[in-house]
Structures are given as structure tokens and as C-alpha cells.
RNA sequence: GCGCCCGUAGCUCAACGGAUAGAGCAACCGGCUUCUACCCGGUUGGUUGGGGGUUCGAAUCCCUCCGGGCGCGCCA
């Protein structure tokens, strides 16, 4: 029996009890019922709070609430025990059978195994990196690249329709700045104050040179243009590579550029001036975001005529929604987060309303230590990590997974001395070394020609400890990746995996799977489903987070 | 000054409003003649920054104070 099919036996039990109540307040509440796992095993397989939520709104008293609850559930054949405890918790041990039942389930199911449906029907925009292409990625991308890739996947496992976007700011001041570096370092002359002075700037205008020798001798303004387009360029495909080493994918790299030539960004001026939102001010175009709750209203036109990153911004925006998205999520930084506001009053403006069509995730900083101290980044000290230098220390599955495994929300500390070792110190390899343990006795099982797979399976036999704590959280799995997906927190996935593989070793440690010798039994063929089970759990989770699942370490 | 985020064990961090707040690291003590010891068991460790409030019940929600991060351009 799945949670969710014991959320039904509850509903099920609830509108049979009787109660001296209209049944719409019955009905009222069966969208609230819910199990949990208890924290502490002596309060059985899971239990049920909804008696202390219903009692008060169906006028009865809690614990006799959950008694004459307890009393139905206990005549289903699936359950073993309900008892009422506490203040008018009931819970509840799963008959054998039924709790082991789910292990087959999970086999069946293979890879949809903790799928849902949940978010079926919408159609979601992710945006995440969206980094200028004026030089690699790094640390401060890293995490959304991690992140962001597998809230996609995440969210795609509940059923919603996901678009991944990068969108690149290849227009404006920044771009101007980077060429104009690229171009000093090409003509032998000091890159200027306000550019970028990276080693790596050096090494792209070498290879701007290398591939037109005849830089040197283009006019002044050919130069320029060169050297900015083809350091983007390059830039560019050095970002789309790595993301591609790293895992992460888009289905669509939106240029600002585009959207200006396109004429999508007038197209979006036209339509919030013909609702009302923009007026001009000493010569510039503002809209007034302040009605939809900005602190200060911005400029769309400045004075001097030109579009800002925001009027594109709004484009943007109004393109995505255009192209049938009906959730916009973006992924910014910490230091962007003033950014929340506008995009709020752009949705506003546009005559959504924001709590609805956009949501903003905030992601704080990561920092990294190596040999117990703090490295440092500095663009100027030439200490900037990038994403790939990173894969290089680390590989790509640590760094993912130990980037995904903790909320957006938190500051974030990487050890890479610890990313690097291979025990189970380091949660990514117990995760991994689990899976590759399973596969081992998979394997082993096979040779031996057992085959469990073909053989009668009692979900019966599955009593110890160790088994039922493993069936548990294989059960759980499921309800962990539609809440990570609702939350938006994919961290939940990697959490819940630790847990499996912890629960699997000790299983494995307490509980023979193969036989040493003997005929195989029942009981070995039933632990043989188990770790079947486990090992498909582990995949289909490792897989949300992008993260390979071995089958030998 | 205004706004957003954060504050949990010595360290890094978990915990749909649920029962006695959990893992890992660090420290110490144990466990392999048999399926991967890259593993497992045990011990030590807390006024969840402080104080109020909401309710059956608060680390979680509200208020306030303290401490930290970040943001408040006709930059992108």
C-alpha cells in the first residue's frame, strides 16, 4: 500500500463513520487528509494528524474523532494496526504484505516509478544562468546552472510542460566594454578602467588575432566590431559547452539583440503606452510600476533615445507569455533580487496578475574552501572560478549534486577536499555507491540463476527492521518529488536519497539478500524485490538531479 | 533610511504547522573466513539569536529587538 492509496483508505473510512454532521463538512476536509512518515518508528509506518485538524470544524472531540477513525481503518486487511495517540494522532502499521507490495509496484513502473501528474497542463518557463557572454561562467552561475537544470527536471517528473531559457545580454554598455578590452589587449594598449581584465581576456583576443590576422589593419570602427562580435561568439560556445559538459541544457537561447531587431521590443512599448503605463519625464519614458506596488517607477527610453535593459526586460516578458507559457520562473542571485519588484510590476502592467504568471527564485552565494580556508573571488586578483575549473577539481556529479543538495535560499559552503574524497563522508558517493551495490548483487543474483523477477514474490516475507524502514522510504518517493516540484526545491529529491541509500546499507548490513550456498527462499527472492526496488529509486532520483547512477565504483 | 534573504550541535547543513529538533564532519569505542568495509553499530554534543503573540501543537506563521548578507542608477 502506497501513502497515497492509504490517504484514500482514510477518505474512504471518514465519509463511512457516520459522524453527526453534514456530510458537505465531511467533504469539506478530505482534501486535507494526509500521512506522514512518523519520525520515531514505534509510531508505526505512518500516521494521520487529520483528526486534531477536523475535529474542531466537525464538532466532535479529537481523540474520539480518531478512535472511531483508528476502528475503520483497522478492519482494512492492508493495515495491521491503528491506534489513536497523543492529543488525536492515529497511527498506523502496515500489514507485511501490503507494505511490501509497493517493491513490486516500483519494478513495474521502472523509470515513470514517482511521476506524477501534479503540475500536468502547464506550460512553464524556466530561466536560469542568463550570464553576459563576456567571459566564462563561474561560481556564481554554477549554482543555477546545477539548479536550475534540475528544477526542470523536476518539475517536468510532476507532469508540467518545461522550457529552459538562457537569455543571452548581448546588447548594450557591457558588450561595448568587453570589446573595447578584447581590442587594446589585440593592439598592444592597456585595457581600460571600466573593461574587463581577466587572463582569459588576453587568451580570446590571441584567439581573435589568430583566426583575422587582418584585425590590425581594419579601420577603427571594423576593428571594434570584430573584435566584440567574435569575442561574443566565442564567449558564447564556450558557455554553451561547458553547460553541455555540466549536464545542463536549454531548449532556447534568447538573444537581447533579437528581441531589438525583431521589433519585439517596440511591439511591447506600443502595448503598454496603449494601456496606460508609460508617460515621459525630462525627456525619458517611464512606466509607472509604482501603481502595481514598485517602490520607484522605470525608464523604458531614456532620454537620449535609447532602449535600457529593462524596456527589453519587458519585452521579454510579454514574448514568453506570447509563446503560451503560464508560470515564468526565474532563477536570479542574491545581488539581483531589487530585480523581483520590476518584473512583479511588468507582469502587473501587462495585465497579469504576478502571483500567478511569475515567480522569482532567489538564490544566495556560494563560496568554496579548500584546506579549511575561504578561496577567495576576485575578479581583479585573477582568483574568478569557473564552472569549469570546477568540474576539473571535483567532476561533474559531485559538483552537481553537492550544489543541488541544499536550498536556493541558504549561503552555501563547497569543500572541495571533501567533494574529492570517495566515502560515504561525501554524500554523492554513499548515494552512488549504493546503487552500484545493488547492481553488484543484481548482478550476482543473475549469475547464480536466481530468478526473482520470474519467481513468486510474498511481500510478506519483508518483516525486519531494516526491510520495512527501506520500504518506507522507497514508498515515500513519489510524494518527495511532487513536493520538490511544488516547492521548487529539488534539494528534497537529494535529501530523500541520502536517506535511501542509508537505509539500504543498513539493511544490506543487518540482511542477507543472496543465498550463500542454499537453494534460494522465499525471503531471498523477497529481498532480491527490495533491492530492485531500491536500485530503481535511486536511479530515477539521481537521474532528477543529473547525476549518474553506476552500476560498479 | 527603505526593501528582500538569512540566523538551528564546535563545523557544514536538514526538518508539508506535528509527537522526544535530525544527518554528516570533528572526538572517542566497536563490527568483516560468506552478496562491493567506498559499509554498519555505539558514545559525546541544543534555551532553534533574544522577547512577546496566534493554537490542540511553533525552528516553521505574526510583531518587535539584536546580529549578518544583499539590493535600492536615464548601469546591465
Not at 515621459?280 to 502595481?292: F, I, K
Not at 536570479?332 to 519588484?341: E, S
Not at 510524494?479 to 539493511?507: G, I, K, N
Request: aromatic share 6%; hydrophobic share 45%; charged share 25%.
Amino acid at each position: 500500500m502506497t501513502p497515497g492509496q492509504l490517504e484514500a483508505l482514510i477518505r474512504a473510512s471518514l465519509t463511512q463513520l457516520g459522524l453527526p454532521t453534514a456530510p458537505d463538512s465531511i467533504s469539506a476536509i478530505l482534501p486535507e487528509v494526509s500521512v506522514e512518515r512518523p519520525r520515531r518508528p514505534e509510531h508505526g509506518d505512518y500516521a494521520t494528524s487529520i483528526a486534531l485538524v477536523a475535529a474542531g470544524r466537525l464538532g466532535v472531540a479529537p481523540r474520539a474523532l480518531a478512535a472511531d477513525l483508528a476502528r475503520a481503518l483497522a478492519a482494512d486487511p492492508g493495515i495491521a494496526a491503528a491506534e489513536v495517540a497523543g492529543p488525536g494522532f492515529v497511527n498506523i502499521r502496515l500489514a507485511p504484505a501490503a507494505a511490501g507490495a509497493v517493491a513490486r509496484t516500483i519494478v513495474e513502473d521502472g523509470a515513470d516509478y514517482g511521476t506524477s501528474t501534479t503540475l500536468a497542463g502547464r506550460h512553464i518557463n524556466l530561466e536560469f544562468i542568463s550570464a553576459n557572454p563576456t567571459g566564462p561562467l563561474h561560481l556564481g552561475h554554477t549554482r543555477w546552472a546545477a539548479l536550475g537544470d534540475a528544477i526542470g527536471r523536476v518539475l517536468t517528473a510532476a507532469g508540467a510542460t518545461v522550457t529552459r531559457e538562457f537569455y543571452i545580454n548581448d546588447r548594450g554598455v557591457q558588450l561595448d566594454r568587453f570589446g573595447e578590452s578584447l581590442l587594446a589587449v589585440a593592439e598592444g594598449r592597456p585595457v581600460p578602467d571600466d573593461g574587463y581584465h581577466g587572463a582569459y581576456i588576453v587568451d580570446i583576443a590571441a584567439a581573435i588575432l589568430a583566426e583575422h590576422p587582418q584585425l590590425l589593419h581594419l579601420p577603427a570602427a571594423e576593428r571594434l566590431e570584430l573584435a566584440r562580435e567574435e569575442g561574443y561568439r566565442m564567449v558564447l560556445t564556450d558557455q554553451q559547452r561547458v553547460l553541455a559538459l555540466f549536464r545542463t541544457t536549454f531548449d532556447m537561447w534568447c538573444s537581447e539583440r533579437a528581441l531589438h531587431e525583431s521589433g519585439a521590443v517596440e511591439r511591447a512599448l506600443d502595448r503598454l503606452r496603449d494601456a496606460g503605463h508609460v508617460y515621459t519625464l525630462e525627456g525619458a519614458q517611464w512606466l509607472r510600476t509604482t501603481d502595481v506596488g514598485d517602490d520607484k517607477d522605470r525608464v523604458l527610453v531614456k532620454a537620449d533615445g535609447e532602449l535600457t535593459y529593462f524596456a527589453a526586460d519587458t519585452a521579454y516578458y510579454l514574448d514568453k507569455r506570447a509563446r503560451g507559457h503560464d508560470l515564468l520562473i526565474y532563477l536570479l542571485g542574491a545581488d539581483h533580487h531589487g530585480y523581483a519588484g520590476r518584473l512583479r510590476a511588468v507582469a502587473a502592467c501587462a495585465g497579469d496578475d504576478p502571483d500567478r504568471t511569475l515567480e522569482v527564485l532567489i538564490g544566495q552565494l556560494v563560496r568554496i574552501e579548500q584546506d579549511g580556508a575561504e578561496v577567495r573571488l576576485s575578479k581583479r586578483a585573477g582568483t574568478v572560478v569557473t564552472l569549469e575549473a570546477l568540474i576539473d577539481e571535483v567532476g561533474v556529479d559531485a559538483a552537481r549534486y553537492s550544489l543541488i543538495r541544499h536550498p536556493a535560499d541558504t549561503p552555501l559552503t563547497l569543500d572541495l577536499d571533501l567533494l574529492r574524497t570517495h566515502t560515504s563522508d561525501n554524500p554523492v558517493f554513499s548515494v552512488q555507491y549504493a546503487h552500484a551495490r545493488i547492481a553488484g548483487v543484481l548482478r550476482n543474483a543473475e549469475r547464480a540463476g536466481i530468478h526473482w523477477r520470474a519467481a513468486d514474490f510474498d511481500p510478506g516475507v519483508l518483516v525486519a527492521e531494516q526491510e520495512t524502514r527501506l520500504l518506507g522510504a522507497c514508498a515515500q518517493y513519489p510524494r518527495v518529488v511532487a513536493t520538490a516540484a511544488e516547492l521548487r526545491a529539488p534539494h528534497r529529491v537529494a535529501r530523500h536519497l541520502e536517506q535511501l541509500a542509508t537505509d539500504f546499507h543498513r539493511f544490506y548490513d543487518a540482511c542477507r539478500v543472496l543465498p550463500a550456498g542454499e537453494a534460494a527462499t522465499p525471503v531471498h527472492i523477497g529481498r532480491l524485490w527490495l533491492s530492485a526496488a531500491t536500485r530503481q529509486v535511486l536511479a530515477n532520483g539521481l537521474a532528477l538531479c543529473g547525476v549518474n547512477a553506476p552500476d560498479q565504483m
